[in-house]
């Protein structure tokens, strides 16, 4: 089983940039694809970003392609997300998300353990 926890979220102008940290408890880490979802009052759950268990092979939204970086320590079971150029619509409760061995996928429904979720706020 695995458990997680977002931080890192916050209030930020556009432009700025947050690092958002996930936290596993979790023995396994290193067996599970993570992913990075976000979603915004009113709309869907969408995918952000996610991370293959080794770290090499990613994806992204086009939305946040060259802005935003994936990555993770398995030594210390945390994925990161690094957002840059931060814009107004980027605001929305970020999700940490997990799947066991899994390809990595775009579908939420993909990814059966969640963090509680940070609340990331870019101000125009």
């Known amino acids: 089983q695995m458990q997680l926890v977002e931080s890192g979220g916050g209030l930020v102008q556009a432009g700025g940039s947050l690092r958002l940290s996930c936290a596993a408890s979790?023995?396994?880490?290193?067996?599970?694809?993570m992913g990075w979802f976000r979603q915004a009052p009113g709309k869907e759950r969408e995918f952000v970003a996610g991370s293959y268990w080794s770290g090499i092979t990613t994806s992204y939204a086009d939305s946040v392609k060259g802005r935003f970086t994936i990555s993770r320590d398995n030594a210390k079971n945390t994925v990161y997300l690094q957002m840059n150029s931060l814009k107004p619509e980027d605001t929305a409760v970020y999700y940490c998300a997990a799947r066991f061995q899994g390809p990595l996928g775009r579908n939420r429904y993909d990814y059966p353990y969640w963090g509680q979720g940070t609340q990331v706020t870019v101000s125009s």
């Open positions: 979790g023995l396994t880490f290193r067996s599970y694809t």
